[in-house]
């Protein structure tokens, strides 16, 4: 308690009452302003709970609900989806009915694809999402086009798999996929391309539910075979019109039992045009309408005099266009498609091509100049994240008394009772929040007490040594193709490793053509991709494992360190950690001292844990590491208490972490040259990995200048998702400006895509295996 004060004074009982009148003032906010703004998650959870203790859904086998007029002819009718019913009021906040009302009403939808995170951001900024939320009534019947996102296929096993469209994607990677996306933005429209169904009609059943819960507007089956591919390249092979009806009947089907009433949106797709000709894609798509597919999409329409028969055919049933520069379609704007007649229009590979132009320039680059600087456009850390960090806005709409007034208002009136300081700032702004550390040793001792902890903190055991990893056993022989080893020998060897940052299966690929021999799955980047966000602890064990996993799986033999946080726990998960790393074909981790609620190593206000708790960390990635027979897994401890504790402290840590079997050591945030030659010669032989982001902590050396420093290790983090985001953007500005994604296709085709993404060599294993499939793509 300050001094002055007692608990029993006249002066305390005052301040005391000031502060519990405030705190009812400002509890009484609190309950109006949540009951207001959570009123349509309330009447969700409502609804969620009336379907618990409904009768059990129908079996898909099951005729209709008895509200589904099913007239001899077979033409399904579904009075309460009547498009007239959504021709009036505002745009609802469900996005399956506010599709539903964006089809039954004057213009066009113009549909951007996106693939991850970081291109759902980008495309929210853009003005295509928020088109949607700002709607109101009136201004929807004068609008001459509308906007909204959908999830392409292609795009997304890109992204995700590193692969081409070649039916690789699972329905599990379309759903993760999708549901992240429609997270960002949950009002917002999101089509979900879902191949064939994924299996017959239980499975398309699954899909659609599946798809529902994720909060996907719609979705599209098509009439391909299971071995499918691109809509936009040759070789298609198409099932017959029964089967295709099957799938579109087990969807609708789906749908229908689904309690709630669901709006929604079933999207049939053929791919016979090609195949079988137009008069058989017409006829397809209108036999699906009768089924009770609620738009129509022919893949692959040539003309624009094809396009208008389609439509004025299908009448009055929407029709939707694909367009894919370089692909069958011809390069349409929206305008012209919607003159055309057309309903809706998608951009498939929009933002999948843009981003694969800008980290293909981005990696030739750092592979030229050995800096990312160039690329990076004079974007920092905390500009990257805070494109990716619009959904915190949410969180002040839902509780704004308790971010933003609560603790400031506290902190002011509790001051004279608890000896707070009257800071007004947001505790959400990151560079003004005060840094701290759990009680630690005094950096002021230096190095001198190093000797006496050494054995106290390493449990009066030695420090660790394995002989079986010593680099001299790495010096000599040709490189392995075992990962792990591969990179010990790299280490062990001269030179310097370079490892650029990568995000997903598009960055990895332009990575590996570049000609790096090391990769790094950067915390921050694959966060941003895969869930678009901030890096402040927001993914999980998970979410990291299975990035990793992919990524390793495109080039086996090429080295991937990957940003494991702060391990994901105590020992227990850190073991869990290691053991999952390795199974996913990683090569090495880094574990930093930052607390559990941690954030990107070049933001203020970072807070680290003591050193016995980083120690421990270590500790318990070796022990792992060590359980798993001849494992040659690369063990990276990471300290951030540079910024906190000074570059003394850091460096004493770091030779605690080496001291507990610590295989390299990397300090966040070297400023300045000679902080890093120092660093080096104080934690030699260990090898020492630096960081370096455009506008972070550390300078922009490049890859010379930091060898010439003695640094064995240094890693571009954020080189493949800034190029990403500048890309993107550009693609995106393009298309709401213009129309049309021609410009910014720079002629790649679909095909010249996804050679970049495996194709060829998904075919010549097409045929070595003995199949026929994708004899002609």
Same mark, same amino acid.
């Given at each position: ?70 007239? &001899? ?6 009075? $309460? ?45 853009? /003005? ?104 936009? !390249? ?99 704007? @929206? ?28 990696? @030739? ?25 619009? /959904? ?18 506290? $902190? ?51 420090? @660790? ?53 090391? !990769? ?46 702060? /391990? ?12 999952? @790393? ?10 930093? &001292? ?50 906190? %504790? ?14 507990? /079997? ?72 393009? %298309? ?29 294993? &097409? ?11």
């Amino acid at each position: 308690m300050p001094q002055g004060h007692s608990y029993t004074s006249p002066q305390y009982n005052q301040h005391f009452s000031r502060l519990r009148y405030i705190l009812n003032l400002l509890l009484f906010d609190l309950v109006l302003n949540f009951v207001r703004t959570m009123a349509p998650a309330l009447d969700y959870f409502s609804k969620a709970a009336d379907r618990h203790i409904s009768e059990a859904s129908p079996a898909l086998t099951e005729m209709p609900r008895p509200d589904i007029q099913t007239p &001899d002819d077979d033409v399904y009718y579904n009075p $309460r989806l009547d498009p007239k019913n959504f021709l009036e009021g505002p745009l609802s906040d469900q996005p399956a009915t506010r599709l539903r009302q964006m089809l039954a009403r004057p213009g066009i939808v113009v549909a951007p694809g996106i693939c991850d995170g970081i291109s759902a951001r980008c495309a929210l900024e853009a /003005g295509f999402s928020c088109l949607y939320q700002r709607f109101d009534a009136s201004y929807c019947f004068e609008a001459t086009w509308l906007t909204k996102n959908t999830f392409s296929g292609a795009a997304t096993t890109a992204s995700r798999l590193g692969q081409p469209d070649l039916a690789i994607a699972t329905m599990n990677d379309f759903v993760d996929a999708a549901e992240m996306v429609c997270s960002l933005d949950p009002k917002t429209p999101v089509i979900a391309d879902a191949d064939t169904g994924f299996g017959g009609p239980a499975m398309v059943a699954r899909t659609v539910k599946h798809y529902a819960r994720a909060g996907v507007a719609a979705l599209h089956i098509e009439d391909q075979v299971q071995t499918k591919r691109c809509g936009h !390249l040759l070789g298609k092979q198409v099932v017959s019109r029964e089967e295709f009806l099957t799938r579109i009947r087990a969807a609708v089907l789906a749908r229908d039992s689904m309690p709630g009433n669901s709006d929604f949106v079933i999207i049939a797709r053929t791919d016979s045009a090609q195949v079988l000709g137009m008069e058989e894609a017409v006829l397809r798509l209108k036999l699906a309408a009768n089924a009770g597919a609620d738009v129509c999409f022919i893949e692959g329409v040539r003309t624009k005099d094809l396009l208008e028969s389609t439509v004025k055919a299908l009448a009055p049933k929407p029709v939707l266009v694909n367009v894919i520069s370089g692909g069958l379609t011809p390069s349409f704007t @929206y305008k012209e498609a919607e003159q055309m007649g057309a309903k809706i229009i998608i951009f498939s590979l929009v933002s999948s091509v843009a981003m694969l132009h800008a980290c293909r320039a981005a990696m @030739y680059a750092l592979k030229k100049t050995g800096t990312d600087f160039s690329t990076s456009h004079g974007m920092d850390p905390k500009q990257f994240f805070e494109v990716m960090a619009m /959904g915190l806005w949410f969180i002040f709409r839902i509780f704004p008394f308790i971010f933003r007034q609560l603790f400031t208002t506290l $902190r002011w009136f509790a001051s004279p009772i608890l000896g707070w300081p009257k800071k007004s700032d947001s505790v959400m702004d990151i560079e003004s929040t005060p840094s701290s550390h759990t009680p630690s040793a005094s950096p002021k001792e230096g190095l001198a007490y190093l000797e006496g902890l050494d054995a106290n903190l390493l449990g009066g055991r030695t420090p @660790y040594y394995n002989p079986r990893l010593d680099p001299k056993n790495y010096l000599e022989g040709p490189l392995s193709s075992n990962s792990a080893t591969r990179l010990r020998q790299l280490l062990a060897r001269p030179g310097i490793v370079v490892a650029p940052g990568i995000c997903d299966g598009i960055s990895a690929r332009c990575a590996i053509e570049a000609g790096f021999e090391c !990769l790094y799955q950067s915390g921050a980047a694959t966060t941003a991709s895969r869930l678009g966000q901030p890096d402040l602890a927001i993914a999980t064990l998970n979410d990291f494992a299975e990035a990793g996993e992919m990524v390793s799986s495109i080039s086996p033999s090429t080295p991937v360190i990957a940003d494991a946080d702060t /391990g994901f726990g105590g020992p227990a998960n850190i073991a869990r950690t290691i053991h999952a @790393y390795v199974k996913a074909g990683i090569a090495g981790l880094h574990i930093e &001292d930052q607390v559990q609620t941690k954030r990107c190593g070049h933001l203020m206000g970072k807070q680290v844990v003591s050193r016995e708790e980083f120690i421990t960390r270590i500790r318990a990635a070796v022990i792992a590491r060590d359980q798993i027979p001849n494992c040659d897994f690369v063990i990276i401890g990471r300290t951030d208490s540079a910024q906190v %504790l000074g570059m003394e402290e850091a460096i004493t840590r770091l030779k605690l972490a080496a001291a507990a /079997g610590a295989d390299v050591c990397f300090i966040e945030g070297v400023k300045t040259e000679t902080l890093l030659r120092q660093t080096v010669a104080a934690l030699s032989p260990k090898p020492v990995l630096v960081n370096v982001i455009s506008g972070g902590l550390t300078p922009s050396f490049t890859t010379a200048e930091a060898e010439r420093m003695g640094a064995k290790i240094i890693i571009f983090s954020l080189v493949s998702c800034v190029a990403m985001v500048h890309g993107m953007r550009a693609a995106m500005k393009s %298309l709401k400006s213009t129309g049309t994604d021609f410009a910014t296709a720079q002629s790649m085709d679909p095909k010249k895509f996804f050679e970049l993404m495996g194709l060829n060599d998904a075919v010549e294993l &097409d045929s070595k295996s003995g199949g026929s499939a994708f004899h002609v793509v």
